[in-house]
């Protein structure tokens, strides 16, 4: 990783501050409607930096995800996982220039596993955080998310790399 890319991984996991990452819940397989920003409670499981898109990305993850990345039991996550990944428009910091930073928010999107509900998409729902509740997609959407998800089917179409153990 290059030196440029390292500090803007430090510096988005910097933006987003330690304190809202402390504690988590455990959502249960068939997880309830969260309230918008439940996911800002949760812990950062990766990091990505999307180049094409000029995205900076935190993907976060509910009890069960961090329990999981933590065993290393991602190569099938359990049910009941909730992957958030949380983005915001690549910035450059105004006292180094340098730097990509977190700028303009860019949304909030999900992936929740549920492998009897969601057989169809390799055992994964799609959806995306609006005012106050985890919208899922449809199936029309999901399968559109899914098509991009399917070169990682070894790992059960997730793109993120762990960076916790």
Sequence with gaps: MKPSMFAAVLLSIAALGA???AGAESVPANPPQ???GAY???RVIGISHRLDKKLVRV???NDIAIQAARSGS???WPDGTILAKVGWKESSHPNWPQAVVPGEFAGAEAMVKDSKKYAQTG????????????E?????KSATCFACHT?????DYVYTVPAIK
């Design 19 to 21: 304190a809202p990452f």
């Design 34 to 36: 969260p309230e918008f």
């Design 40 to 42: 800002k409670d949760w």
């Design 59 to 61: 993907i976060l993850g």
């Design 74 to 76: 991602t190569k099938s």
């Design 123 to 134: 055992g994964w729902g799609f959806g995306h955080w609006v005012a106050d509740r985890l």
């Design 136 to 140: 899922m997609h449809d199936q029309e």
């Design 151 to 155: 070169p990682m089917k070894d790992a």
